[in-house]
């Protein structure tokens, strides 16, 4: 099978056949280019492996195309990269690998185009074309590659145990790749996956996370995340989130297994948004649920205040997690902790203070947060959906019309501290606070508008009460 039709929007690749040939190397590109290349996704990572120097044959290519290319040379791994336009080519001597048991970082040695196709993770990852003379463009297959992109295998080239044991980070890679492809996983290797799970350990948080987070990111997460259920890997690296899995009865009561119900709320999510961190936060909503439940005989299960307890949760599960402890976590802790505001005002009578408490609390993330509570309401009852839905319409409309007249979202009382001390010619004291959060409550409460005028004149009716006079 030839595929140079398909190379001819990459000219580049013109340029690294005649470098190889000029070099008298072989050279193929190898690996996720060439799968997507086959599936027909769009894909801007080239890896180019040379049979012979990589770093040789990338500084020739970048001779070829222009003086003010420039070229990355790794030393340390044999590597080098090229940018040409939106494209990223990596360049690689063929390399034969072998690892020890407490490490994922191989030793390496020189090898052939079959020891460097040996090494890769999954058969369809493990495929060739050539850049060489007489041969460009055909396919270099040796483990069925294509056959496994028809059959939609997820599928390792050789002992999946070895591959598993030798580099454990391609257990979540298999998911990952399961995930973002909706492929199965081969029998033989999900089961090599089960019983290599605890060498998960070896690997650094940095890079599970990484793999998790395009788990998240694929069209369909939930799929990938049973996959790491299943396999008994989800439990070593998210054992919060395997605790949400289960029901239990008590005197014929049972709750809903919050597991499946987070899963359901991440894939509603997703249809709405490809945003990492609403996807997360929808991942952390119920976190707490495991935390917070009881069972009262009256009322059946409770997970009271699980929102609180939840957002106190994630800076803890992101640290270990290694995610980014910035504005990204304080959007997520944000949204754990108001998931239940919305809903519950759908079910009681609206008021416009309730309404206003809600648009300064949530601010500029107000839309991400009722994305995620439209995502929340699941239920086996389409005729209870419906009706949550629309009750749900009605609050999202009143927001939208208070948010207009009142704009709140970046809410600031027109009041403020320095405003006080110099009208009662006071220094700071408990007073001026006590003043201040009066004046924000009166505007929340719509008791005044947040204009300058009738605010001021709050403001002063609120020391006088207070025994204060103007300065």
């Known amino acids: 099978m030839n595929f140079k039709e398909q190379l001819t929007p990459y000219p580049v690749l013109e340029k690294v056949a005649g470098a190889a040939k000029e070099l008298g190397v072989e050279a193929y590109i190898i690996g996720g280019f060439v799968r997507d290349l086959i599936l027909k996704r769009n894909s801007k990572d080239i890896d180019i492996v040379s049979i012979g120097s990589g770093i040789e044959l990338a500084e020739m290519v970048a001779g070829r195309l222009g003086p003010d290319v420039h070229v990355s040379v790794f030393k340390n791994f044999g590597t080098a990269q090229i940018r040409q336009g939106d494209l990223e080519i990596e360049f690689v001597g063929a390399r034969k690998e072998s690892y020890r048991s407490d490490s994922r970082k191989p030793a390496v040695e020189d090898g052939t185009l079959a020891d460097d196709q040996n090494r890769r993770d999954f058969t369809i990852n493990a495929m060739g074309i050539s850049l060489n003379a007489g041969t460009f463009g055909n396919l270099v297959d040796p483990f069925e590659g294509m056959s496994d992109l028809r059959k939609k295998i997820i599928r390792t080239p050789l002992d999946p145990e070895?591959?598993?044991?030798?580099?454990?980070?391609?257990?979540?890679?298999?998911i990952r790749f399961a995930s973002q492809l909706n492929f199965d996983i081969e029998p033989d290797t999900f089961d090599a996956i089960v019983k290599m799970k605890d060498r998960?350990?070896?690997?650094?948080?940095?890079?599970?996370?990484?793999?998790?987070?395009?788990?998240?990111l694929s069209k369909i997460p939930s799929y990938g995340f049973k996959l790491l259920y299943h396999a008994g890997l989800l439990n070593i690296i998210f054992p919060e989130m395997v605790e949400l899995q289960g029901v239990e009865h008590i005197e014929?009561?049972?709750?809903?297994d919050n597991f499946y119900h987070t899963l359901q709320v991440l894939d509603n999510v997703c249809q709405v948004s490809d945003d990492l961190w609403l996807r997360w936060a929808a991942i952390l909503h119920d976190i707490a649920k495991p935390a917070t439940k009881k069972f009262d005989k009256r009322h059946g299960w409770s997970f009271h205040n699980h929102e609180e307890i939840g957002a106190r949760m994630v800076p803890v599960i992101f640290r270990r997690m290694k995610l980014p402890l910035n504005e990204k976590m304080r959007f997520v802790k944000k949204l754990v902790r108001l998931h239940l505001r919305p809903i519950v005002l759908s079910k009681e009578e609206i008021t416009d203070s309730a309404m206003r408490r809600l648009l300064v609390e949530a601010g500029e993330d107000i839309e991400a947060l009722?994305?995620?509570?439209?995502?929340?309401?699941?239920?086996k009852n389409p005729e209870k959906v419906r009706r949550f839905i629309n009750n749900f319409d009605l609050v999202e409309q009143k927001l939208k019309d208070l948010e207009e007249r009142d704009k709140l979202r970046n809410f600031q009382p027109v009041i403020t501290g320095e405003m006080i001390m110099e009208a009662f010619g006071l220094k700071p004291a408990r007073e001026v606070g006590i003043i201040k959060e009066a004046v924000r409550e009166a505007i929340l409460e719509g008791i005044v508008p947040n204009e300058f005028e009738p605010a001021f004149a709050f403001m002063i009716a609120e020391g006088e009460k207070m025994g204060l006079t103007r300065a």
């Open 370 to 379: 009722m994305n995620l509570c439209r995502a929340d309401i699941t239920s």
């Open 200 to 216: 998960i350990s070896i690997v650094s948080m940095e890079r599970i996370s990484d793999e998790l987070n395009k788990i998240i």
């Open 162 to 174: 070895i591959t598993f044991s030798d580099d454990p980070l391609r257990m979540m890679r298999a």
């Open 252 to 256: 014929g009561k049972g709750h809903k």
